[in-house]
């Protein structure tokens, strides 16, 4: 695993070349946005208490916080929870909640892998919630019940997979060929596009994602990747 400082409260861990998850600083530890593919925890934890070290603080992950329930950002989930028990609070967007629940929720077939998870989550998220310093952005579309979060301390927008940064920024809604399994797993490619644009008129100081680098100043670059995917 790769780990990559963003800024002094954001950590970015890069597992397989190109699946991200982030630790965010915060007063009693840290939160984990996203868990990247299966049996990654003692790497994610090892990275946790490491950051912790370097800046002398606490190192705990006090929370969890899914972007979506796609298998390449909730496969340590349940590695996690059995390492970290009751101390550690779980949240994911209310939507993918219900269809991992088994709920029937939305017409048509799920794009992209939803594992079967023995972790209920302990929160499920609605546009306008907190966790920690980050606020929950509706972004439905790459999943039916897709979140990103956004951090009010500096605006860093932690944008899952609405937009890639391979070789550039991309809305998962396009057919992209540095990175196509982004489009490929998208739900609803319009209401993507959508969010896409909802994301872009944040005015984000920092744009991070599932797949791909950091982005600075990412305004430009948005309305580029927005228009590219048809406006
Ligand atoms: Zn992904």
């Known amino acids: 695993m790769r780990t990559t400082p963003i800024t002094d409260n954001l950590i970015q861990l890069t597992r397989l070349r190109f699946v991200n998850a982030y630790l965010l600083r915060e007063e ?11 049996r990654g925890a003692d790497a994610i934890l090892a990275a946790a208490a490491a950051a912790a070290a370097a800046a002398r603080a606490g190192g705990a992950v006090r929370r969890i916080a899914l972007t979506h329930d796609h298998g390449d950002h909730v496969g340590s989930v349940d590695e996690l929870k059995d390492k970290l028990g009751d101390e550690v609070e779980i949240s994911i967007g209310e ?18 892998s939803w594992p079967k998870l023995t972790t209920t989550p302990d929160r499920r998220l609605v546009a306008g919630d ?4 980050l606020e929950v952005v509706a972004s439905p579309g790459h999943s039916p019940g897709h979140i990103a979060f956004l951090d009010t301390r500096d605006r860093t927008l932690i944008a899952g997979d609405v937009f890639t940064s391979f070789g550039g920024v991309a809305v998962s809604s396009h057919f992209y060929a540095r990175f196509p399994l982004a489009a490929m797993a998208t739900y609803d490619k319009a209401r ?16 991070v994602v599932g797949h791909g680098p950091a982005v600075r100043a990412p305004q430009a670059a948005m309305d580029a990747a927005i228009a590219r995917a048809g406006g």
């Open 130 to 133: 907190r966790v920690g310093s």
């Open 95 to 112: 939507i993918d909640a219900r269809i991992h629940a088994g709920e029937k929720v939305v017409e048509g077939k799920l794009t992209g």
């Open 192 to 207: 993507d596009l959508q969010s896409a644009r909802d994301l872009r008129a944040l005015d984000p100081a920092l744009l």
């Open 28 to 38: 009693d530890g840290f939160t984990l946005i996203d868990t990247t593919v299966g």
